[in-house]
């Protein structure tokens, strides 16, 4: 028998090739800020495509035409640098007495199945340099409401018009406000009046949240009817800070 003899195989070198990675299709309109740490955000409406194309360089330039905002990234598009700062409106009853402050306020409705619960949380967004807002909002879970009061806030900023209106002082500057303003929400007034330098923000804990946010170093301010309504005080502020736009002259 003729034995078969298996000749060996001719080597084959096998060239390398690189796969070159899959490039991702990009949306029209998709716009991505990684260093200022805006999500992937896509524009819905008119105003979000005119931000994305640079019509608008600043938030102050789109305020000033009177533009309305509908989305809250287009702040977070203008003012990269926008904080937070949570509003303590709720309370619960303390071991000792009195009552302790909380992030979200609690409120109960019955039902046939039971109690349902919701939460209401209040949030300030500013850059501490003349730009601020503030939302409210209502959800079953605590995050969820804190979110979505952020949204709002966003989607309420105004430039406030800082000064140095103090006889006292008469710098020049804008650590202060220009002149006396009032805001009024529910039962609550609420009257800011300009302070040389150095005093600082005369008011509790949460106002001063406000005030600091929207760039105010030195203010007094006066407070009148039930402050305990947190919710209130805090927009009377808000409304006050508005109406340094919109008066021409002290009160």
Known sequence: MEETVEKPEKEIKEEKVEEKPKEK???K???KKAEEGLAEWVPKTELGKEVVKGKYKSLND?????GIILEPEIVDYLVPNLKEELIYVGGTPGK??????TPTRMTARMHKSGRRFKLTAVVVVG??????GIGKATSNEHRVAI???TDQAKLNVINVRRGCGSWECNCGGSHSIPFRTEGKVGSVKVRLSPTPTGVGIVADDETKKILRLAGIKDVWTKTFGLTSTRINLAFAIFEALKNLSTTKGGI
Do not use: Q
């Open 25 to 27: 299709k990009i949306k």
């Open 29 to 31: 309109g998709f716009v």
């Open 62 to 66: 789109l305020l000033g035409e009177g």
């Open 96 to 101: 000792g007495g009195g009552i302790r402050r």
């Open 127 to 132: 850059n501490e340099d003349g730009v601020v």
């Open 147 to 149: 979110e979505k009061a």
